[in-house]
């Protein structure tokens, strides 16, 4: 059954992918803390590698958008 958790990963990478797009964050640290979070919900590491460059990858691109 569907329990939003892949919703909520994407979620969590898309705010921290506009900190890391920002400078604020390492995207390194960004996507072990993500992988982290998706490890301890569940979720598998294709889903969550999946999810969490879409997240990360979606903020880049406005970021780099609004300041080119």
Do not use: V, W
């Amino acid at each position: 059954p569907e329990t939003g958790r892949n919703n909520r990963l994407n979620d969590a990478a898309f705010s921290i992918g506009q900190l890391c797009a920002g400078g604020e964050i390492e995207d390194g640290e960004a996507i072990r803390a993500l992988h982290a979070a998706a490890q301890a919900c569940g979720l598998n590491d294709y889903d969550a590698e999946a999810t969490i460059a879409s997240g990360l990858i979606n903020p880049a691109l406005e970021y780099t958008t609004k300041c080119a």
